[in-house]
């Protein structure tokens, strides 16, 4: 097993907290602190090319968020559109491949359509992976992967002795990604919120007080420091 000999992770996943309390503190309405924080995810994709990070998920819009007002919900769904107009040009310019995990099937059409259009358009970028947690839960994706997996053992595919963690592993929303080495999570709330349980097993955490909206390359390159600190040791000795 990997040591985690390499400094710089090769997959960061980010939880994007602390839009609304960045508006508030500003004075203004919550989707201006949405819309900051989509230049902060353009600042820290770039950011990542140049560290050489390979694989960026990001917790954009989590299942628990369709309980918020239908107004922020139409506006983040409006700023996801704008987002994936905005990047096309420079996801084929750096050939960075766009990927969601999540319940595709709950977002509005027309978001369904602009996202799978640039999926499609870049899935045979191989220079990096932006990955856009949408609609999305872990509890949700591992109870999915649960059900393939019953299917299977329904239809005489699999027997029940067969299933090994790589077979639920196999059955997640995005099998071929390597599991995060870096968890970071802004704002200063110490929790994961539903967010990759199963391939956080052995991330490395790291949690700033910084809001969403502030936090863009200097403090991304403060993570990558930390974790280059870090010994990696996955259940085993030094
Ligand atoms: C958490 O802040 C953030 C979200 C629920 C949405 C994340 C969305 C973005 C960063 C916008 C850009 C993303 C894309 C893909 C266009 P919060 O509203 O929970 O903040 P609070 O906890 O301070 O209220």
Redesign the pocket.
Known sequence: MSTGKSSVPQHVAII???????A?RHGWP?LK???E??Q??QAILRACRTAGVKYLT?????VE?WIRPKAEING?MA??R??LRDQEHELHEHQVRLRMIGRMEDLPAAVQKELSRVIAATAQHTGGQLI?ALSYGSRAEIAAAARRIAAAVQAGRLRPEEITEQTVAANLYAPDVPDPDLLIRT?GEMRVSNFLLWQISYAELYVTDV??PDFREAEFNRALASYAQRQRRFGGVK
């Open positions: 994007m907290d602390g839009n609304g309390r960045w508030r919550r602190g949405h819309q924080g989509a902060s995810l990001v917790y954009a819009f989590s968020n983040l700023l996801l704008k987002f856009l704002s809001l969403w």
